[in-house]
């Protein structure tokens, strides 16, 4: 099984910063099958980035996305009121077939 | 546009049963493979189960495989979970979701409750 770690747990920032948000994996994962989700409370989840760093549909382009092997980015370039929430990280290969990391959950500094 | 709207979530008693709904319209249900993901109260995601565009593969998570069964109605453009023998644990908001073309979740329904408590 491959285990994806997400760090830091929470990250206390404020609007007009820069976001690093960081995703290990246990095991290599492969480069087309890592992705990243936002959620906001009491809402679903929303896919930002797949394929590593392929911005999905909507997605602003001051999220990028990078890495490869077990160590993957989250980049939030400059952080919007609306950009505070929690982020996973995806994986797909193995058994299970997929996972997800635990969360790292952006809060307002 | 892609629409998934679940339904079904319920209160029901450890070793109880359940069937969830996910009806989708927007987009060729039959091409896309689909899958369940849950979310216990305040805690992560949890990938439950999959089932190929066809319905002829399914696969799941050890925590559910033996209990669950996933399936799909491509007629009318269905996606199902039933839920057997549950426990406390399987208490989580469940949501269907679309499966993208490199194994990403590209669509997501809002979620239906499901409490396993006597």
């Known amino acids: 099984e491959i285990v994806l770690t997400q760090s830091p747990g929470t990250l206390s920032l404020s609007p007009g910063e820069r976001a690093t948000l960081s995703c290990r994996a246990s095991?290599?994962?492969?480069?087309?099958?890592l992705a990243w989700y936002q959620q906001k409370p009491g809402q679903a989840p929303r896919l930002l980035i797949y394929?590593?760093?392929t911005r999905a549909m909507g997605t602003p382009d001051r999220f990028s996305g990078s890495g490869s092997g077990t160590d993957f980015t989250l980049t939030i370039s400059r952080l919007e009121p609306e950009d505070f929430a929690v982020y996973y990280c995806?994986?797909?290969?193995?058994?299970?077939?997929?996972?997800f990391g635990p969360g790292t959950k952006l809060d307002i500094k | 546009e892609v629409q998934l709207l679940e339904s079904g979530g319920d209160l029901v008693q450890p070793g109880g049963s359940l069937r969830l709904s996910c009806a989708t319209s927007?987009?060729?249900?039959?091409?896309?493979?689909m899958s369940w993901v849950r979310q216990a109260p305040g805690k992560g995601l949890e990938w439950v189960s999959s089932v190929s565009g066809s319905g002829g593969r399914t696969t799941y998570a050890d925590s559910v495989k033996g209990r669950f069964t996933t399936s799909r109605d491509n007629s009318n453009n269905i996606l199902y979970l039933q839920m057997s023998n549950l426990r406390a644990e399987d208490t989580a908001v469940y949501f269907c979701?679309?499966?993208?073309?490199?194994?990403?979740?590209?669509?997501w329904g809002q979620g239906t409750l499901v409490t396993v408590s006597a």
């Open positions: 979701a679309r499966i993208g073309v490199v194994y990403y979740f590209d669509f």
């Open positions: 095991q290599s994962v492969s480069s087309s099958y």
């Open positions: 995806q994986q797909f290969g193995g058994s299970p077939s997929f996972t």
């Open positions: 394929g590593v760093s």
């Open positions: 927007g987009f060729p249900f039959s091409v896309y493979e």
